[in-house]
């Protein structure tokens, strides 16, 4: 297996992919043996040669799917540490149920309504894969919570349609997520159409660094603590990502997270700790491979593994 050299590290690290970053960066980045994070508050990051020698290529990673790899890692700080193809452009899939589980509890905390309350659904409204919702059926309601918990912890899609219109719509999740200072990440359609992924539309769509971005946020800094730790929660008993970021974490390292799958995209979002206690947002979003499931999979645990690993190895030297 090739490893990355210094120089080849660079492919790792995000360069700013906008006109408007490009104008403002006046010269490319340089290995020095130091990794600056991306976006301030932002930790300096001494890398030893013994590290850089031991982290995987993203972009041969990429390669080997043939398709399109997408990775930004958050710290909690809100510094993006690591990335590759960060500003492009993927398909949320059920991605979009974490910032959606997020709404619910910021709603109630709001007092826009309450976990408690119950919504009423019928036959009609439950789609092919509701496993929670279908197991509801003769009571035929579900309160906000539990449909919520059904949402991240298996990706129930009748439980995300019927929490949605309490958010506004798609638009108000959209709206929502503006709110909590993302500008790129968009929800247009309910389940299943949200799933489409023509090349070129933008429906539906968010980009690694927008999704790990707007989860740190959401997690670290804007809900209170017991809502917070109510989704950490529900994304550490999510039972879909087993063998995505979760099967990729070095020793030591635990993970929780929201998955999405397309047919022609997989995805996964995770809050991921050290050994140390030190938490981050890892995205990676996997866009058309020509592999099948079981390898594209495996290939988001190993960008997950190269990405940890580095982090892992970094010394921290203080703030700049």
């Known amino acids: 297996m090739k490893r990355l050299s210094a120089l080849a590290l660079l492919l790792l690290i995000a360069a700013p992919s906008s006109a408007a970053d490009k104008q403002k960066k006046t010269k490319e980045p340089v290995p020095t043996g130091q990794l600056d994070s991306l976006l301030p508050p ?18 041969e990673i990429e390669q080997e799917t043939g398709g399109r790899l997408g990775v930004a890692l958050v710290d909690k700080q809100g510094a993006l540490l690591l990335g590759f193809n960060r500003d492009e452009p993927f398909a949320m899939c059920s991605t979009f149920k974490a910032p959606l589980a997020a709404a619910v509890l910021i709603g109630a905390e709001g007092g826009k309504f309450g976990l408690e309350g119950e919504i009423s659904f019928s ?20 309160s906000m919570a539990e ?26 999740l959209t709206a929502f997520m503006r709110a909590h200072g993302d500008s790129v990440t968009r929800l247009d359609r309910n389940e299943p159409d949200l799933n489409e992924n023509a090349e070129g539309d933008p429906r539906d769509t968010t980009t690694p660094a927008a999704m790990a971005g707007l989860m740190g946020r959401l997690l670290f800094r804007d809900m209170q603590g017991e809502s917070a730790e109510r989704l950490r929660g529900w994304l550490n008993a999510s039972s879909t990502g087993d063998k995505r970021i979760k099967a990729g974490l070095p020793e030591g390292w ?13 995805n996964d979002v995770a809050l991921v700790k050290s050994p140390a206690g030190d938490e981050y947002i890892l995205a990676i979003y996997l866009d058309r491979p020509s592999v099948d499931a079981k390898k594209a999979e495996a290939a988001i645990a190993e960008t997950a593994r190269a990405a940890l690993e580095f982090v892992g190895q970094a010394q921290k030297s203080g703030l700049e």
């Open 42 to 59: 932002a930790p300096r990051y001494l890398v030893p040669q013994s590290a850089l020698a031991q982290v995987r290529n993203p972009k």
């Open 123 to 142: 036959k009609d409204d439950i789609l092919d894969y509701a496993p929670v919702v279908k197991a509801n059926r003769k009571r035929g309601r579900m």
């Open 147 to 172: 449909l919520a918990q059904a949402a991240v912890e298996v990706s129930d899609n009748s439980a995300a349609n019927l929490l949605l219109p309490m958010l506004g719509g798609p638009q108000g």
């Open 254 to 266: 635990t993970s929780g997270s929201k998955t999405g799958t397309c047919g022609t995209a997989y």
